[in-house]
């Protein structure tokens, strides 16, 4: 599915403070964004940049201090926390369990998972396990998929595994932000906006999109060499 006009977020200057005791702290500073459906961004920073405040925001677990956020033509600004998690878990309301196991089961193979769905979470790969909790992610047709350090405490080629599955759900359609320190992560994504200090430094197209399917290729064709090669 192509990238299309409709604003599926759009942040307008919003900000979050935080009281602890007699310390104020700002975490967020007024950020306006907008994202549209079938986007790839990324939010990268350093710690203490503001990247996980304006996730938490974005994915309606918090709701900022002042300033406006529409989700998918909603404004989620002043919801409590009943209605946050209304919203975060709308798309499943009124399926009955068979439809979701349904939905469970096709979520499953859009992740490469469909031989594994009997198994017990013990029997599964770190990798295998984080796929799952993509395709629970998955089950509820989200708007937006969230992914905090998607390949966080992965191995080099797991995670390679990972960023080629977002690589394959955005090529269906789906809106994927991704949330990292990393640069080398945040290369995957088509649009980078960097954060520091509560405030948007830089929000630029990436002209150079890393394609975890060809790196992977790479990593074969040399995995096979070096086997020749000790043969």
């Known amino acids: 599915m192509p990238l299309t006009d409709k604003k599926i977020i ?3 200057n919003i900000s979050r403070r935080y009281v602890m005791g007699h310390e104020v702290v700002d975490a967020l500073k007024s950020i306006s964004i907008s994202i549209n459906k079938g986007e790839y961004v990324a939010f ?15 994915g309606a677990l918090d709701t900022p201090s002042g300033g406006n956020y529409i989700l998918n033509g909603k404004d989620v600004s002043n919801m409590t926390e009943n209605e946050l998690a209304e919203i975060r878990n709308k798309e499943i309301a009124g399926y009955g ?12 193979k859009d992740v490469g998972l469909a031989d594994r769905a009997k198994h017990r979470p ?32 992965l191995d080099t080629k797991t995670s390679y595994d990972i960023m ?17 320190h990393e640069d ?12 520091r200090d509560g405030l948007v430094e830089s929000d630029k197209i990436n002209e150079h999109v890393k394609d975890a399917r060809e790196i992977r290729r790479q990593m074969n064709i040399a995995a096979a060499a070096k086997a020749g090669q000790e043969v």
């Open 164 to 180: 080629e599955l977002f690589d394959d759900l955005h090529r269906k359609g789906n809106t994927i932000i991704v949330v990292t």
């Open 44 to 58: 990268m920073g350093p710690s203490g940049s503001g990247k996980s405040t304006l996730m938490n925001i974005v």
């Open 184 to 195: 080398d992560i945040a290369q995957y994504a088509h649009r980078i906006v960097r954060l």
């Open 122 to 153: 013990n029997e599964l790969s770190g990798g295998q396990r984080q796929r799952v909790a993509i395709a629970r992610a998955l089950v509820n047709d989200p708007s937006i998929i969230l992914a905090d350090e998607p390949t966080g405490n």
């Open 10 to 12: 759009e942040t307008r």
């Open 97 to 108: 369990k068979a439809e979701r196991t349904e939905r469970a089961l096709k979520a499953l």
